[in-house]
T-cell receptor
Framework: GENVEQHPSTLSVQEGDSAVIKCTYS??????FPWYKQELGKRPQLIID?????GEKKDQRIAVTLNKTAKHFSLHITETQPEDSAVYFC???????????FGAGTRLFVKA | EAQVTQNPRYLITVTGKKLTVTCSQN?????MSWYRQDPGLGLRQIYY???????DKGDVPEGYKVSRKEKRNFPLILESPSPNQTSLYFC????????????FGQGTRLTVV
């Protein structure tokens, strides 16, 4: 079946450094790629998304890049802060409907 | 306040005892969905609904049922729960259209003993 692979599963960085999380999807019909942040004990919340007709999107310290040819998209967090510590999920949704496939998640630790 | 509300937040039940987890949204969203979250597996889609009376299976539908009689409600039904359905469950909703943000409920932690 369709799947989304996410790497790494755990990432530890020093405060102020950058963090990069990578995802690869298999469904060629995917055209919407959201990223969610989940803090401990809370619900996932959207932090940024990108559509298939765009190669890059940036929102302050967060950016996402998409390579449709390679079926690959990445989340970049610059100048990391301790409050960025959380689990991050990538996802891919296809054009046909609402079926969404999530990656397994990346636990990010930002050390002060 | 725009929100997705799940109930209950926590539930411990015994094998085989039917249960329902309710989900309600006040944003007039067409799309609703149920996920289960397990360590190392991320969020896996159980069922989704594109509108009233329109539902479809996600990746892990076995052992679950849903219904969408009203636009705002999308209950998840476990007719005969088993221990392997112990998990954290999330309901989500979004506007019509493939490229729209999903809003998640607070989650329901279910334990089946």
């Amino acid at each position: 079946g369709e799947n989304v692979e996410q790497h790494p599963s755990t990432l530890s960085v020093q405060e102020g450094d950058s963090a990069v999380i990578k995802c690869t999807y298999s469904d060629s019909a995917s055209n919407y790629f959201p990223w969610y942040k989940q803090e401990l004990g809370k619900r996932p919340q959207l932090i940024i998304d990108i559509r298939s007709n765009v190669g890059e999107k940036k929102d302050q310290r967060i950016a996402v890049t998409l390579n449709k040819t390679a079926k690959h998209f990445s989340l970049h967090i610059t100048e990391t802060q301790p409050e960025d510590s959380a689990v991050y999920f990538c996802a891919a949704r296809n054009t046909g409907g609402f079926k969404t496939i999530f990656g397994a998640g990346t636990r990010l630790f930002v050390k002060a | 306040e725009a929100q997705v509300t799940q109930n209950p937040r926590y539930l411990i039940t015994v094998t085989g005892k039917k249960l329902t987890v309710t989900c309600s949204q006040n944003m007039n969203h067409e799309y609703m969905s149920w996920y289960r979250q397990d360590p190392g597996l991320g969020l896996r889609q159980i069922y989704y609904s594109m509108n009233v009376e329109v539902t479809d299976k996600g990746d892990v539908p076995e052992g679950y049922k849903v219904s969408r009689k009203e636009k705002r409600n999308f209950p998840l039904i476990l007719e005969s729960p088993s221990p392997n359905q112990t998990s954290l469950y999330f309901c989500a909703s979004s506007r019509q259209g493939a490229n729209t943000e999903a809003f998640f409920g607070q989650g329901t932690r279910l334990t089946v003993v």
